[in-house]
């Protein structure tokens, strides 16, 4: 008799299982480095555990129009991984890899047998300015609706080398970024092709830059959020940071 269990329950040794889940996030199509097609899902049961679902190569298609974001699934005999820690702690120790011999079957809205999961309860979102109050608990988990300004490269950091990337995010809630971005005055930069950095170049006032064209133009381009906000986290004036960018040397050799 196939066991009927929640997320936690099933390991790689589990013979034959059902667990009731609801898809609540469908990552986009992505390759290896060895340039094999994967999807990510993200699974969460009845108890609101979750864990990463995988699609491969051409069952991506199979599943296109079979798997829907905020539906529920009963999913049987999905192969069950255990997942890598190579790139910091994953969502769950194991991971399900779901192809055409997993069983997916769709719990319908007004089924006899099974009621579909509720859909995700909206997050409770914690202001910028009460973080710092939170008692600070390694356990601590906070929602925060933010909007990403910059993404460092990936680095190792630690006596234990652990692979991590500094992003700096902002809201819409504090009045002195509103005020340090209107009037702060434009400042040139150039950045290099070879800078590795992932950052969108938004100038105030001006229109999108896409990275590919960032580092294949060769005109100095406009970067005042980035003085800015990177002012207002090491707490200087505006007019001091970007005094500090522009004798930079890796700003003379243009590189931000």
């Not at 679902?53 to 069952?59: E, Q």
């Not at 100038?203 to 002012?231: D, G, K």
Request: overall charge neutral.
């Amino acid at each position: 008799m196939a066991l009927r269990g929640n997320i936690n329950q099933i390991t790689p040794d589990t013979p034959d299982w059902t667990c009731k889940v609801q898809i609540v996030e469908i990552g986009r199509e992505r390759e290896t480095e060895k340039k094999f097609r994967y999807q990510n899902l993200i699974l969460e049961d009845e108890e609101e555990q979750q864990i990463r679902g995988v699609v491969w190569g051409d069952d991506i298609q199979y599943y296109a129009d079979k798997l829907k974001l905020f539906h529920t699934y009963l999913i049987s005999t999905a192969r069950v991984k255990i997942s890598s820690t190579q790139y910091g702690r994953p969502l769950h120790k194991f991971y399900w890899v779901l192809d055409k011999e997993t069983i997916v079957e769709l719990v319908e809205k007004n089924g006899e047998r099974e009621i579909p999961k509720p859909p995700p309860r909206k997050p409770n979102l914690t202001d910028f300015d009460h973080i710092a109050h939170i008692t600070p608990d390694p356990a601590t988990e906070i929602d925060i609706l933010a909007v990403v300004v910059h993404c460092g490269p990936p680095k190792y950091a630690g006596r234990v080398p652990n692979r991590c990337r500094e992003i700096i995010v902002t809201d819409n809630q504090a009045k002195e970024n509103n005020d340090m971005l209107g009037g702060c005055a434009s400042d040139n930069f150039s950045r290099s092709p070879r800078s590795s950095t992932s950052l969108m170049v938004i100038p105030t006032q001006q229109q999108i830059i896409p990275i590919a064209e960032i580092q294949s133009q060769t005109s100095v381009m406009t970067c005042r959020s980035f003085v800015c906000l990177n002012a207002r986290v090491a707490n200087k004036s505006c007019e001091q940071r970007k005094e500090e960018i522009l004798t930079a040397p890796s700003v003379n050799n243009g590189q931000l």
